[in-house]
């Protein structure tokens, strides 16, 4: 692959988007490669995923804008259609994804951090939704899920006032759009550290807990819990959940989680 690096560190993959020239913006084929590394995740043996961009200037500055300045609608509907594609991959990945971002997260960077379980940011991110000025709407997801993360109100704020409406990391975390925010040399030791603590836990339960939170959202609250009946059944039996148990009342230590 040319702009996805994958590393695995112990049960944590880390995918870097690698661009760093053009500030990792995104173009037709890094989308293809993420969809390669995510191919390329050993879901036996990986149980949390981070996602960050290479250097410490950006994250993602966006969709490649050179690569869309010549489409014609039915191409533009194509590649919001292939982002979409690709970042609901991300959001739909059966282990958490774990966004660390540092510096630009704007247009499709930020939707790419919003398809994340979790995001995580450097004290220098800025985050944006600001293609009005381009002349166009986002397009990889940013005008369903900022909506949904930090409410209509702030996210027509965001997008209808392009580049102004760009904000700092400690806002970002005001208004629910990051869960934290750390020193920009501390920010990947800390989604490892993170995603490490969420790899010792059972793998089932943490795969199960995400399915359940996502299609719930999707649904009424009572076919909600329906699903959650679902994936709270589906954990019985195994053997991480009688270990986990058995540890508790024995009161001694889960020795390990074995994923089975
Ligand atoms: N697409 C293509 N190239 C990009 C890019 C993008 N989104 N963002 C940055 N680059 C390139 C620049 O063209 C430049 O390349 P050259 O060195 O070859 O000229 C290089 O990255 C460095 O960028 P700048 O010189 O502009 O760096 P800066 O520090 O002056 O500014 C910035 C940084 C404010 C992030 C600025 O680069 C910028 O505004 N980028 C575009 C941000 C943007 O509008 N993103 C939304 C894109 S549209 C989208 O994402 C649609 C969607 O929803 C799917």
Redesign the pocket.
């Known amino acids: 692959m040319d702009y996805i690096l994958y590393e695995v560190k112990g049960a944590v993959g880390i995918i870097t988007i690698n661009r760093e ?3 990792n ?2 173009n037709t084929s890094i989308l293809s490669e993420l969809d390669e590394a995510l191919d390329a995740v050993d879901l036996a043996e990986i149980r949390c995923l981070i996602l960050t961009g290479a250097g410490e ?2 994250f993602v ?8 300045s010549t489409l014609t609608k039915a191409e533009g509907e194509a ?2 259609r292939r ?1 979409n594609e690709v970042f609901r991959r991300i959001e739909t990945f059966p282990i958490p994804v774990i966004a660390a971002v540092g510096g ?1 997260a ?4 930020c ?1 790419i951090a919003m398809s994340c379980d979790i995001r995580l940011c450097s004290e220098t991110a800025i985050f944006g ?3 009005v ?2 002349g ?5 997801g ?1 005008t369903q899920r900022l909506a949904r993360l930090v409410g209509a109100g702030m996210a027509k704020q965001m997008i209808f006032t392009g ?1 102004n409406g760009n904000i700092k990391a400690d806002e970002a975390y005001r208004i629910g759009l990051v869960n934290a925010v750390y020193p920009a040399g501390e920010l990947m030791e800390a989604a490892e550290k993170m995603a490490n603590v969420i790899a010792k836990n059972a793998p089932i339960a943490v795969r199960n807990a995400k399915k359940a939170i996502n299609d719930g959202l999707d649904v009424d609250v009572a076919t909600g819990l329906v699903v959650e009946e679902k994936m709270f059944g589906d954990c019985f039996e195994t053997y991480d959940q009688t270990e986990g148990m058995n540890a508790f009342l024995e009161k001694r230590k889960v020795e390990a989680f074995l994923n089975r």
């Open positions: 020239k053009a500030l913006a995104l200037k950006s500055a966006g969709a490649d804008i050179s690569e869309m590649f919001g982002g630009f704007l247009g499709g960077g939707e939704q600001p293609e000025e381009l166009i709407t986002p397009g990889f940013g580049r």
